[in-house]
């Protein structure tokens, strides 16, 4: 059980990584197309 | 006689069904029901009761007709039946409270609302929005979480066994990853999925509520709205300014996360959550996505600076990429007023941004579009076909994609992904074409047709109550037949048109 509920906490840790990365390319668009 | 009483019954079997999915939907109006005994809202009491009774005599009738002949096994065209007539039936029926509540202007336009909501969409037809009753707001966000995880799905979620037939109506809602044994135990992993993600998210808009300076009640509820339509990448949002209404770069940072994971795959929530992360960098999906939103944001972002609107970092971030990736994801919040589309963004970014809304976001998501699995499958036939050609003749090579775990690349997934593909474009032109026939230039018609075509809801100022019938009927239609992916909705087209002309 414990190792399924950290499995869980890794996996939407991952996810919100995941998706703020490209959230963060999109940042980095942004800047470089304004620069 | 014998094969016509067979047919009957097997009528007869879809209703019943279909009767269990709108029961199941009537349940949930007792959540804005509820919502409104506890705002003290004495009318819309009267108005969710009545509706919630008239929803289950409808339920009900349909039930007990079909009840005898439950246990028929439904083959794949009638669990698309099944699927396509209780999204149509269900739009009728949750539409009533819109109806009744005085915030419409017709029956049409709140079945409009309805669809919508239900296919995660986002555009509106709603009067004085930003004065709505906590209860019916509290619906039309459910809607949108209840169609963005299927309604056929949660329905499912209450059977008790597995049966084939329930496989044939969850592949009906366009869903056909099998993330368990059996299409119940799927459903319910589905909602376990999207309710743990409910309780992060609703948290994390709350609290970011509160910093953007509302009110704690305010916030609490605003967060879970926003939440639920983020999450199902609807597009709704409880004020006119949607999510302009809040400026603040926090709130827009935490809807953009939680929209964007709420387009990813369920299948690769399910393998993420069980601990396989390397799926995220490795599914053809999110890697499809990545490459798309990058070419996309940056032809956007050229097209936006060349006309001089954004002209400084934080304004093409909040203003350029935030519409871009929300319509990538079929979200359609907008941090913008929709006449800046047509009037600011000129013709680059606005091409840019049309192509987005039409990939969409992940098959068996809640996003629509094209989906990245097609869009990848496709660009990897086309890489195989030019391989064919330049590597010596005797040499074969098979073409792999990895989504969950390696897959060969196979003539009929090329075909199907083709064939859906076909059909989008086929609607966005019929869309476009109906916008062009209300009076609207051709950007603003093919603008509004991808947003419908792909469930996205981001506008460029074309819906509105003063459409004329046959527009808001050509988008209720488009949504209709986007969301379940044509062929539910076809198939259950042809079948009538079989009855009627066999008669």
Redesign the interface.
């Known amino acids: 059980m414990t190792r399924k509920i950290l499995?869980?906490a890794?996996?939407?840790t991952?996810?919100?990584v995941?998706?703020?990365a490209?959230?963060a390319?999109?940042?980095l668009?942004?800047?470089l197309?304004?620069g | 006689m014998a094969v016509k009483n067979k047919s009957y019954g097997r009528v007869l079997a879809v209703l019943y069904y279909i009767g269990i999915v709108l029961a199941v939907l009537a349940a949930a109006e007792c959540i804005p029901l509820a919502t409104s005994v506890l705002a003290g809202e004495t009318k819309f009491i009267w108005v969710f009761t009545a509706s919630l009774s008239l929803q289950l005599l409808a339920a009900a009738v349909l039930v007990l007709l079909g009840a005898r002949f439950r246990a028929l096994r439904l083959d794949s065209g009638e669990g698309m039946a099944v699927a396509s007539g209780a999204w149509l039936l269900g739009m009728l029926l949750c539409a009533l409270p819109y109806a009744f509540s005085g915030n419409y202007l017709s029956y049409l336009d709140a079945c409009f609302d309805v669809m919508s909501g239900l296919t995660t969409t986002g555009i509106g037809m709603v009067q004085d929005l930003d004065h709505l009753s906590v209860g019916l707001n509290m619906w039309r966000f459910l809607l949108t979480y209840i169609g963005g995880q299927g309604m056929v799905v949660l329905a499912l979620v209450f059977l008790t066994k597995n049966t084939d037939s329930a496989y044939k109506m969850y592949v009906g809602e366009a869903k056909d990853e099998r993330l368990m044994p059996g299409a119940v135990n799927t459903a319910r992993a589905i909602w376990r999925i999207s309710l743990l993600y409910l309780a992060v998210g609703w948290a994390v808009m709350a609290a970011a509520g509160v910093y953007a300076g509302l009110p704690l009640g305010t916030a609490v509820l605003h967060g879970v709205w926003i939440f639920m339509s983020g999450w199902s990448t609807g597009g709704f949002a409880p004020m006119s300014q949607n999510i302009l209404y809040y400026h603040s770069f926090v709130y827009e940072l935490a809807t953009l996360v939680f929209f964007t994971i709420g387009s990813f795959n369920f299948a690769l929530h399910y393998a993420v959550l069980r601990g396989d992360r390397r799926e995220l960098r490795r599914n053809i999906e999110t890697v499809s996505f990545t490459i798309t939103l990058s070419c996309l944001s940056l032809l956007a972002a050229f097209g936006l600076m060349k006309n001089g609107v954004y002209p400084n970092l934080a304004a093409l971030f909040r203003k350029g990429f935030y519409q871009m990736i929300s319509g990538h994801t079929t979200t359609g919040f907008m941090s913008v007023y929709a006449r800046q589309f047509y009037h600011e963004w000129g013709d680059v970014a606005l091409f840019a941004i049309t192509i987005a809304m039409l990939f969409g976001g992940s098959a068996c998501s809640t996003a629509g579009g094209f989906k990245g699995l097609r869009i990848g499958i496709i660009f990897k036939a086309i890489g195989a076909e030019i391989r064919k050609y330049t590597l010596p003749e005797n040499r074969v090579v098979q073409t792999r994609i990895h989504h969950v775990r390696d897959l060969p690349l196979t003539q009929e997934m090329v075909h199907s992904a083709f064939v859906i593909v076909t059909l989008y474009l086929i609607t966005f032109a019929v869309g476009t074409a109906a916008g062009l026939g209300a009076g609207y230039s051709l950007a603003e018609s093919a603008f509004e047709s991808a947003s419908a075509t792909g469930n996205v809801g981001l506008t460029i100022g074309v819906t509105s109550p003063a459409n004329p019938a046959f527009l808001k009927i050509t988008y209720i239609l488009i949504m209709w037949l986007a969301r379940l992916e044509f062929l539910s909705v076809l198939t259950l087209g042809a079948k009538l048109v079989r009855k009627v002309v066999k008669r």
């Open positions: 499995n869980t890794a996996g939407l991952a996810e919100l995941f998706a703020g490209l959230i390319a999109g940042y668009i942004s800047f197309t304004v």
